[in-house]
């Protein structure tokens, strides 16, 4: 049940909520933002006050929260928590970020004044963006449930280039097109351009796929090429006429050998799913098993910790053993919850894994294939 205040809180937001039904739900920023139900948490923000609040409907499980980020991405974070909250080294509360680890879980949260007053619906969906994972696993952003409540702040990715809530071939023609034209806005990989660079990294890192895979399905095989060939745009001679899902994976709207190289360089060729750790030294455990004893427990938090790399600031220095467990080189609070919703703290060793198959060998090779096309 609610505390007094807390239902007071609710009660200041009541006129916020009912404005929210008229809002669009795609937002002028990068990212696609909308206030999309979970099945379990709402995140409130309180015009008059600034205040944020965690309402968490515990179910028969009780799972409440474990680690929760908000981020905005104007820094527009106080700096100013509920009393007691924030318990360093494990949370981080900075203008860009508010992160809380609570390994028990937590319910009902009043989260302190964090946000200046006054911001209006679109400023909040274009500025902050929340992850975290429950009590014993599970991600805050796919929870299942169903109707139309208000409920949490959740943002996709910006990968989704045409804010159509999927990753698509569409993004990939939205993204060629922005390279022509060198387009900063669709810098994905924060160099400030758009270029080759961002395309493999919408490929590898939003859509986890190899350069090839056609139809996005998660595989570079032999069906992804009878698909680009039977569109019949290869060596066509009409300029600027192919696209992802024809053969064009470079970008450059033909599709041509240049192509083709670039797919079977990136490796991906008949070896099934691309990994989307590649980095985790064993896939028979935890992540957060810092010393790989099988386990993720209290040991591997002081263990990570005792390395001093957590959110440091030092690119790129951190590895599996200092707490970089998504493989990004950082130790930071994304690691936190990767490990959380993986819902292996202190649950003993994960049971067995089959064994990853061996790859197979590429057996086609370019300039062959390019010779029996022609």
């Excluded at 860009?96 to 619906?121: C, M």
């Excluded at 896939?283 to 263990?303: I, M, P």
């Excluded at 950082?330 to 490990?339: N, P, R």
Aim: charged share 20%; hydrophobic share 40%.
């Amino acid at each position: 049940m609610h505390s007094q205040s807390f239902v007071r809180a609710i009660a200041g937001c009541l006129l916020l909520i009912a404005q929210l039904a008229l809002v669009p739900t795609v937002a002028r920023a990068d990212l696609f933002c909308g206030w999309n139900v979970n099945d379990a948490v709402t995140l409130l923000y309180d015009p008059s006050t600034g205040e944020l609040y965690l309402d968490v409907a515990l179910d028969e499980g009780h799972r409440g929260v474990t680690t929760l980020e908000i981020t905005s991405k104007s820094g527009l974070f106080t700096g100013v928590a509920a009393d007691g909250l924030v318990s360093p080294p494990f949370d981080v509360f900075t203008s860009e970020k508010y992160f809380l680890l609570k390994t028990v879980g937590i319910g009902d949260t009043a989260l302190g004044p964090a946000l200046p007053p006054g911001l209006s619906v679109d400023f909040l969906q274009s500025d902050l963006s929340i992850d975290g994972s429950y009590y014993r696993g599970g991600s805050l952003r796919t929870g299942g449930g169903g109707g139309p409540y208000f409920g949490i702040l959740e943002c996709l990715t910006s990968g989704d280039l045409d804010y159509n809530q999927r990753l698509d071939s569409g993004d990939l023609d939205l993204l060629a097109s922005a390279m022509q034209h060198n387009d900063a806005m669709f810098d994905l990989d924060g160099d400030g351009d758009a270029d080759l660079e961002d395309w493999i990294n919408w490929v590898h890192e939003w859509k986890y796929t190899w350069i090839g895979d056609a139809d996005l399905n998660g595989e570079f095989n032999s069906s992804d090429l009878v698909s680009v060939f039977s569109a019949g745009t290869y060596e066509d001679g009409l300029p600027h006429n192919s696209t992802w899902l024809t053969g064009d994976w470079n970008g450059d709207f033909e599709f041509d050998t240049g192509d083709l190289v670039f797919a079977f360089q990136d490796g991906g060729y008949e070896q099934g799913t691309r990994d989307v750790f590649p980095d985790r030294p064993d896939n028979q455990t935890w992540f957060g098993d810092a010393n790989l004893d099988g386990e993720f427990d209290t040991e591997d938090l002081v263990a990570v910790f005792r390395s001093g790399k957590y959110e440091d600031d030092i690119p790129l220095n951190a590895d599996w053993a200092d707490g970089d467990w998504n493989g990004d080189g950082e130790f930071d609070t994304a690691d936190f919850i990767l490990a959380f919703q993986d819902a292996g703290y202190e649950s003993g060793p994960r049971a067995s894994v089959a064994a990853v198959p061996e790859p197979g060998q590429v057996s086609l090779l370019v300039m062959g294939l390019c010779g029996f096309i022609q």
